[in-house]
């Protein structure tokens, strides 16, 4: 059933139990993939375990299409977290950032005791949740889907998400854990039902025996370093057996930020703007807020007057 070129860690993956009509696929991130990500910029450890969600709910998403692109998986609200997004390129690199009010959030955590908070209360009453589709080397505009954030848990929102805007039953699981040494690790699986046809008839009852299955999942055991991603796949669905696609995706922390993709979107500023910007030595010094590298760019670069 696993395939040799399936690695242990820091891959996503697709399969497809026998027998049922689902198809699914399979995240597992590491400390080396992971973990730069979530410590970059000192988050509280519940918001780094949201964002690690985002990330991963990004590569499950975007490591089915047959794109070259990038999808984001992006929150916005009016409360303690004003956005948050996590990102995948079709070439396997995973960014992720996100923006909070410490203040709101000490009080935040301090009404929950400590606890996790719910979608609600972290993005507010107009918070959403977009699955964001950005296609290369093409004319295609973007797309964008969006569902309100109203449920307890990220997964759950996307599972609203695959369900009101893509008709796809979905279920998903998404897990982050932190050891004691600091480091992150990270887990998630996504099931989908296929639709019946002549084929194969009805699927509602092989759907809802796959359900079954899966509420049989642990976060424990999707974050579990000792239990291989593929042996988890296999422990849920070996009654009928399962196929893992040959085809496993390396993913890795990687930043898609450059200095030309910086000028670009200064040239695309006011030069009355920039010149507000410009330090004292006629510079204009940015930070990447995704993996904090630093650009200094010489505004004359930027301004119309040297375009």
């Known amino acids: 059933m696993t395939p040799t070129n399936v690695p242990l860690d820091d891959f996503v993956a697709g399969f497809s139990p026998q027998g049922l009509p689902v198809r699914g696929r399979v995240i ?38 047959k794109f070259e692109g990038k999808v984001m998986a992006q929150a916005e609200g009016d409360g303690p977290v004003s956005m948050l997004v996590g990102e995948y390129t079709k070439t396997g690199g995973l960014r992720g950032y996100a923006r909070h009010e410490p203040e709101r959030w000490a009080w935040l955590d301090k ?21 964001i589709i950005v296609y290369a080397n093409t004319d295609m505009k973007p797309y964008q889907g969006i569902v309100p954030l109203a449920k307890g848990s990220l ?29 992150w690790r990270a887990g998630g699986m996504m099931i989908q039902k296929i639709a019946g046809d002549d084929a194969r008839g009805d699927t509602d009852e092989g759907w809802r025996e796959a359900e079954a299955l899966f509420s049989t999942l642990t976060t424990e055991e999707l974050t579990d370093p000792a239990l ?15 196929a893992m696609d040959a085809d496993a995706q390396q993913l890795d922390d990687v930043c898609t930020c450059s200095r030309e993709r910086l000028v670009g979107t200064l040239q695309g500023m006011a030069d009355e703007s920039l ?24 505004i004359e670069d930027v301004t119309s007057a040297a375009n």
């Open 155 to 183: 997964a759950e929102c996307a599972q609203d998400y695959f369900r009101r805007s893509e008709q796809v039953e979905t279920l998903l699981r998404l897990a982050v854990h932190k050891d004691e040494n600091g480091n």
């Open 228 to 242: 291989p991603a593929t042996d988890l796949v296999y422990r849920l669905f070996h009654e009928g057996g399962v």
């Open 28 to 65: 597992r991130l590491s400390e080396q993939s992971i973990s730069p990500i979530l410590k970059r910029h000192a988050y509280p450890d519940h918001l780094a375990e949201i964002l690690g969600e985002a990330v991963m709910l990004s590569a499950l998403v975007g490591s089915g299409m």
């Open 275 to 298: 010149r507000e910007m410009v330090e004292p030595d006629g510079t204009l010094k940015v930070d990447c807020q995704f993996c904090s590298r630093s650009y200094i760019i010489p």
């Open 111 to 131: 009404v929950n005791k400590g606890e996790k908070p719910h979608m609600p209360q972290l993005f507010g009453a107009t918070g959403r949740l977009g699955l």
